[in-house]
């Protein structure tokens, strides 16, 4: 069974940083891409970054590029976000996915993130 | 990066048929076949409900159909029922990144 299992979300005033992890089970991890998506307070979802199975490529959305970093240890089964230079905008649901094609197939239960003063 | 347009809201009675749209442009639902439509009730994680434009995933009813045409992608749901009542997004791949809809709330009268 698929299981994905997000952590490292919590306040943090703007101008700083928090790094979310998502623990993989269930799959050969390595094989797959992965994403992250966020949906903050009562609004849509919005894809965030994304890196391939090998931790080649990535890809980020232009509101958080330069910002935040994916990145994933397929040694340890996890996938990561670090979020710099955190804005109020950025409060949010952070959801992992575990990607098959060009579709987020399974979502973890997900991570709230709060920025504010 | 734009969202991709849907409708904010569609409604029908038990039995009726609904059709969301979600459109978007040729750089992302009309340039490739990677559509897929999320099916998410409040405070829930979002489920897969269609993937590559029409393919449906095991385990979700029949009822749920989706298609494309141009910069169009469509989710029809047939034979509406009282748990169908939830938002629904659409998300296309669009060459180095993802794009999902604005969201439509899906009301069972």
């Known amino acids: 069974e698929v299981q994905l299992l997000e952590s490292g979300g919590g306040f943090v005033q703007p101008g700083g940083s928090l790094r979310l992890s998502c623990a993989a089970s269930?799959?050969?991890?390595?094989?797959?891409?992965m994403s992250w998506v966020r949906q903050a307070p009562g609004q849509g979802l919005e894809w965030v970054s994304a890196?391939?199975?090998?931790?080649?490529?990535?890809y980020h959305a232009d509101s958080v590029k330069g910002r935040f970093t994916i990145s994933r240890d397929n040694s340890r089964n996890t996938l990561y976000l670090q979020m710099n230079s955190l804005r109020g905008e950025d409060t949010a649901v952070y959801y992992c996915?575990?990607?098959?094609?060009?579709?987020?197939?399974?979502w973890g239960q997900g991570t709230l993130v709060t920025v504010s003063s | 990066q734009s969202a991709l347009t849907q409708p904010r809201s569609v409604s029908g009675s038990p039995g009726q048929s609904v059709t969301i749209s979600c459109t978007g442009t040729?750089?992302?639902?009309?340039?490739?076949?990677?559509v897929s439509w999320y099916q998410q009730y409040p405070g829930k994680v979002p489920k897969l409900m269609i993937y590559?434009?029409?393919k449906r995933p095991s385990g979700v009813p029949d009822r749920f159909s989706g298609s494309k045409s141009g910069n169009t992608a469509s989710l029809t749901i047939s034979g509406l029922q009282a748990e169908d009542e939830a938002d629904y997004y659409c998300?296309?791949?669009?060459?180095?990144?993802?794009?999902f809809g604005t969201g439509t709330q899906v009301t069972v009268l």
């Open positions: 996915a575990k990607q098959v094609g060009g579709t987020h197939v399974y």
């Open positions: 269930g799959f050969t991890f390595s094989t797959y891409a």
């Open positions: 890196i391939s199975g090998d931790g080649a490529v990535t």
């Open positions: 040729s750089s992302d639902v009309g340039g490739y076949n990677y």
């Open positions: 590559d434009v029409s």
């Open positions: 998300c296309s791949y669009a060459g180095t990144s993802y794009v």
